[in-house]
């Protein structure tokens, strides 16, 4: 059975990104999903003394075995000041020690949310410029914008959006 991480890219744990990265990943039929929590991972912050002195956390290293394992990625990023949060960023950079092509060359659903009305559009478009370096088979990208006025009762409730965002899980199972 193909597997799937579904990741959200915040250490909150009530994490919005993480809801909607989990409810987009279970739209995909006969996947295992592997949610990827942040808070399971005991990362220290990223810094080339650290690195140069202590190596790569074994954590780190046991995330990476994790995607090494994944099929693809439905990843969903949470904006702060405009980007990646501290937590993502901090293991993303550790990730990239470790291998280059963080996203292995697998292909990606690549979405954002916020409660604001731009819904992580500028992480969001800071990922879609970036990964795509580091590995990523970016297939399709979705902002999901105002998070508690259109996603109520585990649901997309705004109609259009449901139709974009059920496209775009569309063309990723394709091509997993
Ligand atoms: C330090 C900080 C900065 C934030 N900056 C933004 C921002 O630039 N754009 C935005 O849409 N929301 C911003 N927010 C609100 C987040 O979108 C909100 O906390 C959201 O729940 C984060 O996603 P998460 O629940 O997945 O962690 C910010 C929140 C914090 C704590």
């Known amino acids: ?7 959200g890219g915040s250490n909150s744990n009530n994490s919005i990104n993480k ?3 989990i409810y987009a990943a279970k739209q995909i039929e006969n996947t295992e999903i592997l949610v990827i929590d942040l808070n399971d991972f005991n990362i220290p912050l990223y810094g080339i003394d650290l690195e140069t002195a202590d190596g790569i956390p074994s954590e780190a290293i046991r995330l990476s075995d994790l995607f090494n394992q ?8 949470a904006e702060h000041n ?3 949060t501290a937590a993502f960023k901090n293991v993303f950079d550790w990730l990239s020690r470790i291998n280059s092509k963080v996203w292995r ?14 819904g992580g559009i500028s992480v969001l478009q800071s990922a879609k410029d970036r990964f ?3 590995g990523a088979n970016l297939i399709a990208d979705f902002s999901l914008p105002s998070f508690f006025d259109n996603f109520t009762e585990n649901d997309i409730s705004n109609k259009e959006l449901k139709i974009d965002l059920t496209d775009k899980i569309n063309k990723f199972k394709i091509e997993i």
Do not use: E
Request: charged share 15%; no cysteine; hydrophobic share 50%.
């Open 1 to 7: 059975m193909k597997k799937i991480i579904a990741l």
């Open 19 to 21: 809801t909607l990265a």
């Open 70 to 77: 994944a099929d693809g990625f439905v990843v969903s990023l």
């Open 82 to 84: 405009g980007s990646y």
């Open 105 to 118: 060359n697998k292909p990606m659903l690549l979405m954002a949310t916020s409660p604001g009305a731009r």
């Open 132 to 134: 795509p370096q580091m």
